[in-house]
């Protein structure tokens, strides 16, 4: 794959990627990718706690750009983020035939198994999840010279979004975790690409649920 090596632009900004709150699908540890489940009350309760978190950022001018499925968008509406365009590009990875199915479902069958690690069949393959990453941060690099990023979207694509900026393979991604209505801001220091905090959620101030690994 290759290393994306643009200069950051001029007084650049931020990329917040902000997960949608809980779903009953992923308090089950069920792979959602294209099926458009909606939130919890408690994953409602997330998204306006996360909210508030995102609030104290400070953002400059934020350009807020969603998935267009409904956990997304309205994990950004009760967060109280105005959503500036919907992107396909910001879906969750398609999981093809595991679509729906736990981790350990899938390992009954397929030991072993994780989405970093093996194929989903009739899916995307890491490959293409890296690709669409790259150009979703291709996109935004340009715009933090004015403003920074909101990016509303999923758990295994933001995870793949953070180690693309990092300059890393999407199969990293396993290293780091995505907590229902996290949240994680990508910047810069000395040109060099950084995590400046990561998978700051809702539950350490309100307790509320998190969902098992997948």
Not at 24 to 37: C, I, P, Q
Not at 156 to 165: Q, V, Y
Not at 176 to 185: G, I, L, R, T
Not at 191 to 196: A, C, I, M
Request: aromatic content about 6%; glycine content about 10%.
């Amino acid at each position: 794959m290759t290393v994306m090596t643009s200069p950051p632009p001029a007084e650049s900004g931020r990329v917040v990627l902000l997960r949608h709150g809980q779903t009953e699908w992923a308090k089950s540890g069920r792979h959602t990718g294209a099926t458009d489940v909606p939130l919890t009350d408690i994953g409602e309760r997330q998204a306006r706690a996360a909210g508030e978190l995102v609030g104290e950022l400070g953002l400059r001018s934020p350009l807020v750009i969603s998935s267009p499925r409904t956990r997304a968008l309205r994990t950004a509406r009760l967060a109280g983020l105005t959503v500036e365009r919907e992107w396909d590009a910001l879906a969750e990875w398609d999981y093809g035939d595991y679509e729906g199915l736990t981790s350990h479902r899938i390992q009954e069958t397929v030991p072993h198994w994780t989405v970093w690690t093996h194929p989903c069949p009739g899916g995307e393959s890491i490959e293409q999840i890296g690709v669409r990453a790259d150009l979703v941060l291709s996109v935004v690099l340009p715009a933090l010279g004015d403003r920074d990023v909101v990016l509303v979207g999923h758990g295994h694509f933001s995870r793949a979004l953070l180690t693309r900026w990092l300059e890393l393979p999407v199969s990293e991604g396993k290293r780091f975790a995505m907590s229902p209505a996290a949240y994680s801001v990508l910047g810069f220091e000395h040109s060099f690409r950084q995590v400046v905090v990561h998978n700051i959620h809702p539950s350490v101030r309100t307790g509320l649920d998190q969902e098992p690994a997948r």
